[in-house]
């Protein structure tokens, strides 16, 4: 597992690990309420793991969550009646688990992952009741679901509101091998709001925390296997869960190299390996769009709602810019075809000399219309590239749907 971490990205986050560990040891030596504390310092990892995995809506609710954090023990300290600023935290924790269980990338549609959730909370509730961990036990678990929250018992609360997060994160890395943090978020901000001296729950509290840590730290690094080996982007499986996600109206591209065959062919595969690395990391950052790889020499753009106009100029520019790109190439000894179109045999050896080459890229646009299923979409975007292909290649072609569209509208 260590050999295939990359330390340059993960750095950061085993030294925010460290810190977290090393303030929570001293505070809780001091007596200052090291919960709160590790609170603090786990959400200020979600912030580094947000910013290094680059998921910026993550990173909003980290910093919002800090924020709390600061907040949360002043409203304690002043509140005239204690108990109903604990009823108030509980009740905010629940709204939390909901809502960012319910804007969270999970697996299902939002009504279906709302009810998944729900439905975890309670079997980890009977879970929990039955292993002791509540001093009500029983009687009170078969209530608890079903009266309201002043009947059950802070720490069965407790561990409901613990477990759904952790639960959730670790049932959506085993349906999807992806990453989704805000679950973990979400425990690290329970963790917060509970302000409970019950020593089992403190214990059950750091423990849950610790898991979700670790659960982060798996899924940072098994993000290299569901990301493109090659080129670093997403790949195919990342694109399919994304297209579901995407609103009426968002924009997609299928970007193609330009005989990319007789490329290889002429310059060798490690050489056409360097041009799909290359401009793979254009596509990443034309800042316009979010780029996938779907396979071979094949790529995808996916843009949320935006002028059509907009986004083929956008795109167009793009391409003229991986146009005009030199590739510097390997010197090296290419096999190619003894005749052309040939099988494996009859392979003679050629060598490349160092030279600077460049690629062309061909591109089809579609947009998501109302009456179109998400496959349609993306099929359309790959039929308009097609007509690029056949229309003499390195351009961007639109759709024929929204042609016509446009020339109705004028
Ligand atoms: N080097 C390299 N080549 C790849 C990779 N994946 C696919 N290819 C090559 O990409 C080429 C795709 O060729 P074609 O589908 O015939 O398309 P093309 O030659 O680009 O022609 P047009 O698309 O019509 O312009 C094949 O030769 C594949 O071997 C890869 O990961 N690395």
Request: proline share 3%.
């Amino acid at each position: 597992m260590l050999a295939v971490m990359n330390w340059s990205r993960n750095l950061p986050i085993l030294l925010a690990i460290l810190m977290a560990a090393f303030a929570l040891n001293s505070s809780w030596k001091e007596g200052v309420p090291a919960l709160e504390v590790y609170a603090v310092i786990t959400l200020t990892i979600s912030c580094l793991l947000a910013l290094t995995l680059r998921q910026t809506r993550l990173l909003f609710l980290s910093i919002l969550l800090v924020w709390s954090a600061f907040l949360a023990p002043l409203l304690v300290n002043y509140s005239a009646q204690p108990l109903i600023s604990s009823a108030i935290y509980k009740l905010v924790a629940i709204i939390a688990v909901c809502l960012v269980t319910l804007f969270s990338d999970g697996p299902f549609r939002r009504q279906q992952t709302l009810v998944f959730t729900l439905l975890l909370g309670m079997i980890s509730l009977a879970g929990f009741s039955s292993f002791g961990l509540s001093t009500t036990q029983l009687e009170s678990w078969g209530v608890a679901t079903l009266l309201p929250w002043e009947l059950v018992s802070l720490t069965e609360l407790d561990a409901l509101l613990l477990s759904i997060p952790v639960m959730t994160t670790l049932i959506h890395f085993a349906l999807t091998r992806q990453a989704d943090l805000s679950y973990v978020v979400v425990s690290c901000f329970v963790l917060l709001l509970i302000n409970n001296p019950d020593l089992i729950t403190r214990l059950w509290l750091l423990i849950s925390v610790e898991g979700a840590l670790l659960i982060v730290l798996l899924l940072t690094m098994s993000q290299r296997v569901w990301r493109d080996s090659l080129t670093g982007l997403p790949g195919r499986q990342r694109l399919d869960s994304d297209l579901k996600r995407m609103p009426v109206g968002s924009l997609a591209a299928f970007i193609d190299i330009d005989h990319f065959k007789k490329f290889n062919t002429k310059y060798g595969h490690a050489n056409g390996d360097i041009v799909l690395q290359r401009v793979a990391k254009d596509l990443a950052r034309c800042g316009f769009a979010q780029a996938y790889r779907y396979g071979g020499e094949e790529f995808v753009l996916l843009t949320k709602p935006m002028s059509l106009e907009r986004f083929t100029a956008q795109l167009d520019s793009l391409r003229e810019r991986i146009g005009t790109r030199r590739f510097q190439l390997t010197p090296m000894d290419v096999n190619t075809k003894g005749a052309k179109g040939s099988g494996t045999s009859g392979k003679t050896k050629k060598a490349v000399k160092e030279k600077a080459i460049s690629v062309n890229i061909s591109a089809g646009v579609s947009k998501l219309l109302l009456s179109m299923s998400h496959q349609d979409w993306l099929k359309q975007a790959d039929d308009a590239l097609y007509r690029a292909k056949s229309s003499g290649r390195n351009c961007v072609v639109v759709t024929k749907t929204l042609i016509e569209r446009r020339s109705k509208k004028r």
